[in-house]
């Protein structure tokens, strides 16, 4: 028997495996066995590149890029037989996909931008989100696979003490436990609770559904939630653009739920739908009024409507009124909250807003800010959320209806609604992506909008919601349309204590409105 020393113990060596020719050349020169490294990282980032342009959008995706990662990890810490694996095979990745992303549009995969709290989110929930969904597991299995080619070789390590031994493998092991658990996590799909009846028990004839619809050929995911299924429908758009609101739609729609069908919808690239936001190309603000009328249709066809009713949120207010002036024929009625008009006037007036706030609290590093930026439309796609940052304090305070304020602390469902069971943890990461990407690419679309030019006329009712706490640079071009505007019927209702998303601040009024005022109007055989 062959016995080699190593530090004070003998080591067996007259059975150690013997590996094939090949890996000896690969060990022997190490250019071959980075190369192989490199490679492998630098090929894996063109693969997901194509597979996944903005990063992991699905859970599949997901799972893909982590076992991905991984191998490509083993790979790297094998050839090599050096944990300098787990440092140079992740650059050489990121840097393959740095290159790829200077084609793909949107923030989070935009240009590092440090300077303001919105560059770091974009960070956080893009190229982080990334590093730990794929550069992780690529660290750990290059770790692995080094370890595993230095004992395969004969490389053995200094004789070491057991606790030595276990202070060695616990990072290993604690980043294995990570992984395993978020791979759980990816995989626990979301749900939406069930609308109970007085026992307890799913509610007869109700529905509560997440559904995913095929509109102008990609999937897009919708809530479905109702009482009765026989009721009318309502479909709700949110705002943004790029904002998913189907927590709060399930959260604070309760009293529309009991005599609507209420649907909300995450639009493309939104939420739930943010893997439909490519090809970028053809993002367009077109395109998401066909998908509104499609999904219409889908609905009409589905509950057995020959129409149904559109309320539009902010950005969805102008989505709304679009889909109604193509589509008369498929609405009862339309009902604008946030009622958005000229997104171009609304800016050039918040600026000056904000000039005036500046001046008016002595803060003159917001007013030095906004007059670099210069006069809307902003060539930098964050100086629009500096200004979002101060919307509370340009509106005012004002004390939101009690229910509402009740029912928003209760849910759970946390910042933008993240936390609520209708997303599954990729899904929570895309509700941020999605209104940060969505913003970027949409948003300068819409700045030739004027309703005030543009729509002179709608041949639907349309009943816009009115907030006394609304920013006056929104109200009054709302106010300025509605009186022009013409239809068979129109009313603006005036709601003291509500602000921008009077639609969900008053719900409990305006389901009253729609079964008291707007159903006994607009609907067949309801009077």
Known sequence: MTKRKTGNNPIDTSHSYKPPHFLKAVWKDGRIGWGVALGAAVLFGLIAAVAMPRGPTTAALALFGMFGGLAVGLIA??????????????VAHMITMEITWLGVPGVTVDGIRLDNMYGVLALVFGRGFYALIVLLPMILGASLGAEFARRLSGRTARAESKLQTIARWTPTAIVALILVVLAVMIILPASTPQIPGTDGKPLPGSIAELATVKLN????????????????????????????DMAYARVLYTDLEKDFVVV??????????????????????????????????????????????LMGESYGSLLGV??????????????????????????????QDMQDYANRTGNEQLGATMRAYGQPPYQDVYAYMTVMSYYDALAGPYTP??????????????????????????ERVNVIRGLFDVFSLMYPQLQEIDYRQDVPRLEVPVYILDAEHELPSRRNLSVEWYNQLEAPHKEMITFENAGHSVGFEEEYNLSLIMNESIVPRTYPGKK
């Open 77 to 90: 810490g094998f050839a090599t037989r050096s944990r300098w694996a787990m440092l140079l095979a992740p």
């Open 217 to 244: 050929g990609d999937d897009q995911a919708v809530l479905i939630r109702g009482h009765n299924t026989d009721n009318p429908v309502l479909l709700y758009l949110s705002g943004g653009p790029g904002q998913s």
């Open 264 to 309: 909300s919808w995450d639009q493309r690239g939104n939420g739930k739908s943010y893997s439909a936001l490519d090809p970028a190309s053809e993002f367009t603000f077109n395109r998401s009024i066909s998908d509104t009328i499609e999904l219409t249709n889908y609905l009409r066809e589905r509950f057995g409507e020959e129409k149904i009713y």
């Open 322 to 351: 679009q889909a109604v002036k193509q589509r008369p024929d498929l609405y009862y009625a339309y009902i604008g909250s946030g009622q958005m008009v000229s997104p171009k006037e609304t800016d050039r007036r918040l600026w």
């Open 401 to 426: 209806p009690a229910d509402y304020m009740q029912k928003g602390q209760a849910s759970g469902v946390g910042p933008y609604g993240v936390l609520a069971s209708e997303y599954s943890f990729v």
